[in-house]
């Protein structure tokens, strides 16, 4: 089955692009998704504990079910509103 | 019927927000027939010129939109089971603002002062826990994303901070 990935911020730039198009064995789960990205991109690992998933618009979790033609979403840390307290993390 | 949430790339206008956000609490409270609005309290957020440190010179910001959408929904559903008969619109700017701009409008209306305040307290705390938004900073010397909260909207401890917070 073939799902479409889509990353945001500053998982787009460590992948470099901000969709891309996955094969998948099923049955598989959003977490084999995201595995398949860290095998390819190494540098995500250091987001494994703080990405929260989506799938077909709608929040979701790495145990969740993938389905032909979906669209997973991997979101880093949000930071919308006004006013960050949070300190940066990375430094381009 | 006008949008009461948006997520847009352009300018955000307070005065029609405000207007859209009364006109659907009066929707709302005509179909109820309950008390008819007596509050309305706006939060806007602004690019503020330092942080951490740092000088900002501009903010980028980015959104998945479908998703930003079903969230600020998702915040106003909460305030009003919280604060019944309360209405409360969200609007965000994407792309690049300047120091200054606005890139969050809340519109909290009741249809008395503390829900107002309330709601509008609630959400600005909630859009910064459960949207799918991110900021990206430019300072003098370089760039970079701010990452706060991994977003997960059933997360309950994280919605008592923000009713907590809402109700100080």
């Known amino acids: ?92 | 019927m006008t949008a009461l949430h948006k997520v847009t790339p352009e300018r955000l206008e307070v005065t029609r927000a405000i207007d859209d956000v009364l006109a659907a609490y009066v929707r709302s409270s005509d179909a109820d027939g309950t008390s008819g609005p007596g509050a309305v309290s706006t939060f806007l957020g602004l690019v503020r010129d330092r942080n951490a440190g740092r000088t900002v010179t501009r903010l980028e910001y980015e959104a998945y939109e479908p998703l930003a959408l079903k969230a600020f929904e998702r915040i106003a559903d909460e305030a009003a089971e919280r604060w019944p008969g309360a209405v409360v619109g969200i609007r965000h700017r994407t792309g690049t603002l300047a120091i200054g701009e606005t890139s969050v409008v809340i519109v909290g209306v009741s249809a008395h002062r503390a829900d107002a305040f309330a709601v509008t307290r609630y959400a600005i705390e909630r859009i910064k826990q459960i949207a799918p938004i991110w900021k990206r900073e430019h300072f003098d010397g370089g760039e970079v994303w701010i990452e706060g909260a991994t977003a997960d909207p059933l997360d309950e401890a994280a919605r008592a901070e923000a009713l907590r917070r809402a109700c100080v």
Not at chain 1, 13 to 21: C, F, H, Q, S
């Open chain 1, 1 to 92: 089955m073939r799902v479409t990935v889509r990353v945001f911020a500053g998982l787009r730039d460590l992948i470099g692009t901000d969709e891309a198009v996955r094969d998948l064995t099923a049955p598989a789960v959003v977490r084999d998704v995201w595995r398949s990205l860290v095998r390819e991109h190494p540098s995500l690992e250091a987001y494994t504990a703080a990405v929260s998933v989506a799938v077909n618009t709608e929040y979701s979790r790495m145990d969740a079910p993938v389905t032909d033609g979906d669209e997973i979403a991997f979101l880093p840390p949000v930071s919308g509103g006004s006013g960050a307290r949070v300190p940066a993390r990375r430094i381009h």
